[in-house]
């Protein structure tokens, strides 16, 4: 493999085909040894060499803005300089403690709770699970089923929640369970607040309650088939499913029901979480206070993975040792996560993510003159720009792609997801400047209005 060329990181530049001649070795090693799970790199093919803040360079010496940032979990960007030395301090002092408590698990766990809003804090338990947003998912339904003595979910269409067993069977996604036999039972689905393509096929002029209502009746109908749940499931925000945003009274009314019926309300913020959409959690743009916050991916804000759930204490059930987990316990996650906390009220970070968002916004939404342009809709730095055939209606699943493909080679690492992948999405870090958010939406743009089907 040639030797790297250096080259500082402040605007995209692309030299050569894609993949280059490094990546393409690289990739074909890849693939002859990794598992055929594999997927960015599928789609996005580099390898990647180095990274700071919004930008990564590949092994060719290429370099893109990444607005995928580890599908969000890098927050403050690749390689935060003081996020780097929190964790390298922490190295020489202690790396991993099990459920021991420890000073910085301490510091840890008081700056995730200064987070919640203040009447919150209080009757807040905190469970530290296995390292992913699939394990807390896990945890918090195994919590409500404890607690409650009940067995069913309810969940939405749309919803992704991980994949594991437990968490795939509440995810929406059909293709990776019809694939594997046995599933965890007892999941119910439910329609979801997306109104632009109503999951009951009314006029989103006409719908702005049928969901919930159907919701409500199906849990209130004594001939119903739905035994009273152990919880409900949602996500504010549908990130996998297209960047969908909840409305404001679908939440509201889903959060009303669950209380009347003593059902707890699992909010799942493992992508919505630690300041994504301009405040720290989603829910407090809701108004509502849900009885069990899953949260993961941004915590440590440089990738060191972390997993938890927060919960209404009422319901801390658990027995000793009936949840655990060896890497609970990741010390540099919970330096890091203290330091990301620090620096997030420090420069104003929630505040950049609304501004930044209200850019993105000013600069997406002209793109809804394009009849390929089904919808843009977004909050804070959670984007999704919705393709699809305008004879048809049908989502622009090739074109997504080839959107994503102009994109990368312009220089814009971006992402796709939705139904049938025809949603584009980017998830910018929350300290993203206004001179890369005005670089990376004219990519964007150019990607879309160039290359129409």
Not at 31 to 50: G, V
Not at 52 to 69: C, M
Not at 379 to 385: A, E, I, S, Y
Request: hydrophobic share 40%.
């Amino acid at each position: 493999m040639a030797p790297l060329v250096q080259r500082t990181m402040t605007e995209p530049r692309v030299d050569c085909d894609l993949p280059g001649p490094n990546s393409a070795e690289l990739l074909a090693r890849q693939d002859r040894r990794e598992s055929n799970a594999r997927t960015y790199p599928r789609h996005l093919p580099i390898a990647l060499a180095e990274a700071s803040g919004s930008f990564v360079r590949d092994v060719d010496g290429n370099v893109f803005i990444d607005f995928l940032a580890g599908a969000g979990v890098l927050s403050l960007g690749h390689n935060h300089p003081e996020l780097v030395r929190s964790v390298t301090a922490q190295l020489g002092v202690l790396t991993h403690g099990l459920d021991f408590p420890t000073p910085i698990k301490d510091e840890f766990l008081e700056a995730q709770l200064s987070m919640l809003p203040a009447a919150m804090r209080d009757r807040t338990k905190v469970h530290f699970c296995g390292p992913t947003g699939a394990n807390a998912v896990e945890a918090a339904i195994k919590l409500c089923k404890l607690a409650t003595g009940r067995g069913d979910v309810v969940t939405f269409q749309g919803g992704f929640h991980g994949s594991t067993h437990a968490a795939m069977a509440v995810t929406g996604l059909v293709a990776p369970k019809s694939a594997l036999p046995n599933g965890v039972p007892g999941a119910h689905f439910f329609p979801f607040s997306y109104c632009s393509r109503c999951p009951i096929g009314l006029s989103p002029d006409t719908c702005t309650t049928n969901c919930v209502e159907y919701l409500e009746r199906s849990l209130t109908d004594s001939n119903g088939g739905i035994a009273r749940p152990a919880a409900v499931i949602l996500e504010l925000v549908q990130g996998e499913g297209g960047v969908i945003p909840a409305t404001a009274d679908f939440v509201r009314r889903v959060r009303a029901l669950t209380r009347e019926l003593d059902i707890p309300l699992i909010v799942d913020e493992v992508q919505t979480g630690c300041g994504r959409t301009g405040t720290w959690f989603a829910f407090e743009q809701y108004d509502i206070e849900p009885d069990v916050i899953v949260a993961s991916k941004a915590l440590s804000g440089i990738g060191t993975p972390i997993a938890l759930i927060m919960y209404n204490d009422k319901l801390d059930t658990w027995a000793a040792g009936a949840h655990i987990g060896t890497f609970r316990g990741n010390q540099l996650a919970f330096a890091a996560g203290v330091e990301a906390i620090r620096i997030m009220r420090r420069d104003d970070i929630l505040g950049n993510v609304r501004r930044r968002g209200a850019q993105i916004a000013d600069r997406l939404t002209p793109l809804l003159a394009d009849p390929w342009v089904r919808e843009v809709r977004g909050r804070g730095l959670m984007w999704g720009v919705e393709l699809a055939d305008p004879d048809t209606g049908r989502p622009a699943t090739e074109f997504a792609g080839a959107v994503q493909a102009r994109a990368l080679r312009r220089g814009l690492i971006i992402e796709i997801g939705g139904r049938e992948d025809g949603v584009v999405r980017i998830l910018p870090p929350l300290n993203v400047s206004a001179d890369v958010v005005d670089t990376a939406c004219s990519i964007l743009v150019d990607a879309i209005e160039t290359g129409q089907p």
